[in-house]
C-alpha cells in the first residue's frame, strides 16, 4: 500500500527557497518512480519533475523549473524532496506528490499549498 504524505508548502517571497517532502508510509517496494506535479488555480496538474526509485537514479524537469528546482530521495526513509530555488510568482500552486507503481498504478498526496508573493 502506497500512502503519500507532503509537507513543506507554505508562503515565501519571490527570489526565496522551499523545500517539500513527500513520505511513503508504505513500504516502497513496488514504486518505480515518484514525481511532484503542481496545479494553479483554473488549470490541469502538471508535472514539475520526476525521479526514478530503482538502483540507478533519474531525474526529469519541466523546462520552467529546471535549474531552479532539485528532487532528490531518500531511499532509506521511502522520501522524496524537491528543493526550489529562485521562486517565481508563477510557481505558487498546490504541489503534489505522485508515485507510480510497477504496474502502472498512480498514487497521489492531498498536495500542500505554496504561495508565492512579488
Known amino acids: 500500500q502506497v500512502q503519500l504524505v507532503e509537507s513543506g508548502g507554505g508562503l515565501v517571497q519571490a527570489g526565496g527557497s522551499l523545500r517539500l517532502s513527500c513520505a511513503d508510509s508504505g513500504s516502497g517496494r513496488n514504486v518505480v518512480a515518484m514525481s511532484w506535479y503542481r496545479q494553479h488555480p483554473g488549470n490541469e496538474r502538471e508535472v514539475v519533475a520526476a525521479?526514478?526509485?530503482?538502483?540507478?537514479?533519474?531525474?526529469k524537469y519541466a523546462d520552467s523549473v529546471k535549474g531552479r528546482f532539485t528532487i532528490s530521495r531518500d531511499s532509506a526513509k521511502n522520501t522524496v524532496f524537491l528543493q526550489m530555488n529562485s521562486l517565481k510568482v508563477e510557481d505558487t500552486g498546490v504541489y503534489y506528490c505522485?508515485?507510480?507503481?510497477?504496474?502502472?498504478?498512480?498514487?497521489w498526496g492531498k498536495g500542500t499549498l505554496v504561495t508565492v508573493s512579488s
Open positions: 505522485n508515485a507510480r507503481t510497477n504496474w502502472g498504478a498512480d498514487f
Open positions: 525521479i526514478t526509485t530503482g538502483g540507478s537514479t533519474s531525474t
